[in-house]
């Protein structure tokens, strides 16, 4: 990559209308949503002060912490593996997957069903396995849109933002030979029936990890559409991709980084479905690639900081330049601030140039949940501070910055520099800005710069910013000397403390659950009422939760396992959480992670004596478990043009039976 390619791309994106509105709507969706699920978390600002301190913490130590995860990893019955690079990392999967094709009945193609993993688009994982004759399909609705497309995704959370809805449609009118639509949840139903069939018949599941927890040598997955629980569920073979800082030291803290992670991510509270996964489900293998690929370099480097990251794409969605370019103009797997340091410490000097991408304004630190300083990082990548092969650090003239450009750097941190100097500086700038444009209130800068072709310089103010702020600052004085900050109004509404059952039950609703209150008595009775409202005679149920008589005598039947068929899953939660309307479910008898999952209607009785205040209350319960999810309401998805749509791999309605004595 060089800068006038860069460049190129910048102004292309730039040409791009369609692009344009896609990325205002994705921006000021995801600005709002953040605001709004931040405003019920008061102490948030305390919070993500600990979230930097415990990822300080982890990179401080990340052998040590590696070891003690890889360890209990082990004791769990998972298969750890460690892979050096990209080309290691993939041939750790040919050899998990290489004896399958001899398994294929018929001698067909050996299908892996994946979930969104940004570490498989780093090692170009699709293309290695499709090299070998494998099918690999991506599930998540973003990326399989992204794949049909033959592009890479454009944002970390979001793949397919830079899409309108038309494009969208013909694309699925082309490839998948269905009418033209636009509308969205039609699109999504079409995409749930094409990879129904991908789920339920794949061989291998792969999938990342967002959260390795050192103290249980569990994993945790974080999703909204259900594609994840199913690549991690249904398949005999799931193999977990992890970068090997993706660690957190125990249960407690994953619990306060959840607080920040969807809500910086996806607007929400809780994401719909947040996994812990500790063991082997019967009859499956898992295995957990550990992956350097430069990491190591990057950790004993200037640009360490860049590895706190939980890839929440907050940065991208404040970035000014990112609203403006997209993630296809930084031509790299991660884009926008975080990965114009990630690009440049992973892949290399010849990323560099991302960094110059930026108008260093601290929007990027200011959204990011763990307060790593992306400006001076991305200064650092401007300086050149980046890791080599023998780890030592090269100044690569500039850090991809012209001549012109670093001689006006070096001339401005002369004068910078010295306090008296840059006042009179400002007022010559102020001067020299007026004779060049005397009449518009932007100056078009010669194209030599590296700006000029597409970027005008606002005119200097006539009076500093100092003067200015003293001037206001007195006159603020003379209005109100005693004044004082009065707090929040979300502290003051937050201190209110409400009774579970009811906190519960509002935060459900909000998620688009639904609540029934029955008496323990009448459970069963309660939930035929429900089935005979739908027509339904045939559910999956988990064993010891309703009066199996009672189900005969109405009419209902029922299975242990799974079937594609059945509408209805009945299960019993261990707990729910009071703050985020959340049910938390588990591996056991009567196949009950599919019955949560597959059927279009999950029915989960929760008893009311079991809400928990928070996820930090909940999460022991999970340590005894071989797989357990906490499920805030129905599946969803905003992947096209962020249009908030129910129902999509999972259940499309949670109601939830609250059950008291």
């Known amino acids: 990559m060089n800068r006038n390619q860069f460049r190129a791309r910048i102004r292309k994106s730039l040409a791009n209308q369609a692009l344009q509105a896609a990325l205002d709507a994705n921006a000021e ?72 094709h001899s398994r294929k009945a018929g001698g067909g193609n ?58 969208v449609g013909q694309l699925f009118h082309e490839k998948l030979g269905v009418p033209y639509t636009e509308d969205i949840p039609t699109m999504t139903n079409t995409a749930r029936k094409v990879l129904r069939e991908v789920f339920l018949s794949a061989d291998v599941g792969i999938s990342g990890v967002n959260f390795g927890v050192a103290e249980t040598g569990g994993i945790c997955l974080v999703t909204n559409e259900g594609n994840g629980r199913m690549v991690t569920t249904l398949p005999p073979i799931h193999i977990a991709l992890m970068g090997m800082e993706r660690l957190v030291r125990s249960l407690d803290d994953l619990a306060l980084l ?116 992306l400006p001076n990082l991305l200064t650092r990548v401007r300086a050149g501070l980046t890791p080599e092969d023998n780890q030592r650090f090269s100044a690569n003239s500039g850090g991809g910055l012209s001549w012109t450009s670093r001689l006006f750097l070096k001339t401005y941190s002369r004068i910078a520099t010295h306090p008296r100097l840059f006042a009179l500086s400002q007022k010559f700038a102020w001067l020299g800005t007026f ?19 597409s970027k005008d310089l606002p005119r200097f103010a006539g009076k500093t910013f100092r003067e200015r702020f003293h001037r206001e600052s007195a006159k603020s004085a003379k209005v109100s000397p005693d004044r004082k900050e009065e707090p929040l109004s979300e502290f003051r509404v937050s201190a209110v403390q409400k009774d579970r059952v009811t906190q519960f039950i509002e935060e459900l609703t909000r998620v688009n659950g639904q609540i029934v209150r029955t008496r323990r008595a009448e459970v069963t009775d309660t939930v035929i009422e429900f089935l005979r409202s739908r027509n339904i005679n045939r559910i999956h149920l988990e064993p010891n939760v309703l009066d199996e008589n009672a189900l005969a005598q109405a009419g209902v039947t029922f299975s242990r396992k799974r079937e594609a068929e059945i509408r209805v899953g009945v299960t019993k ?89």
């Not at 939660?573 to 019955?595: H, I, N, P, R």
């Open 435 to 453: 004779l060049l444009s005397p009449f518009s209130g932007q100056v078009r800068l010669p194209a030599f710069t590296g700006w000029g072709y």
């Open 110 to 167: 050996v299908l892996i069903a994946k979930s969104k993993s940004m570490v498989s688009e780093e090692i170009n994982l699709n293309h290695a396995l499709e090299a070998r004759g494998m099918r690999v399909v991506e599930t998540d609705l973003g990326e399989y849109i992204v794949q049909l497309r033959n592009e890479r995704p454009s944002h970390i959370i979001t793949p397919a933002v830079h899409l309108r809805r038309h494009e």
């Open 258 to 373: 959840l607080s920040l992670l969807p809500r910086s991510a996806t607007g929400q509270k809780l994401s719909a479905y947040t996994q812990l996964i500790h063991q082997p489900l019967p009859g499956q293998e898992r295995h957990i690639i550990i992956l350097d690929n430069g990491r190591s370099k990057l950790h004993n480097s200037p640009l360490r900081e860049s590895l706190y990251c939980i890839r929440c794409g907050a940065c991208l969605n404040a970035c000014p330049v990112f609203r403006e370019i997209g993630g296809h103009a930084y031509d790299s797997v991660y884009p926008g601030p975080i990965g114009s340091v990630i690009s440049a410490g992973l892949f290399g000097s010849e990323f560099v140039p991302l960094a110059q991408a930026s108008s260093l304004c601290g929007a990027c630190r200011e959204a990011c949940p763990v307060d790593i300083d």
């Open 573 to 661: 939660a261990l707990g729910g959480l009071a703050d985020t309307g959340s049910v938390l479910e588990a591996d056991g008898e009567g196949d009950k992670l599919c019955a949560s999952l597959l059927p279009e209607i999950h029915l989960v009785l929760l008893n009311a004596a079991d809400i928990y205040p928070s996820l930090k209350d909940a999460l022991p319960l999970t340590r005894e478990t071989k797989s357990a999810v906490f499920i805030s309401g129905p599946s969803r998805t905003g992947d096209i043009e962020m249009s908030h749509t129910i129902g999509v791999h999972g259940p499309g309605e949670v109601v939830v039976f609250l059950v008291d004595d």
């Open 29 to 100: 969706r995801r600005i709002s949503g953040r605001a709004a699920a931040f405003a019920s978390l008061p102490d948030w600002r305390e919070r993500r002060r600990q979230a930097h301190a415990i990822r300080a913490d982890v990179i401080e130590n990340l052998e040590a912490y590696l070891e003690q995860f890889t360890q209990h990893a082990a004791q769990n019955g998972m298969i750890l593996h460690r892979a050096a690079d990209a080309d290691e990392a993939i041939g750790i999967v040919l050899e998990i997957t290489k004896d399958l």
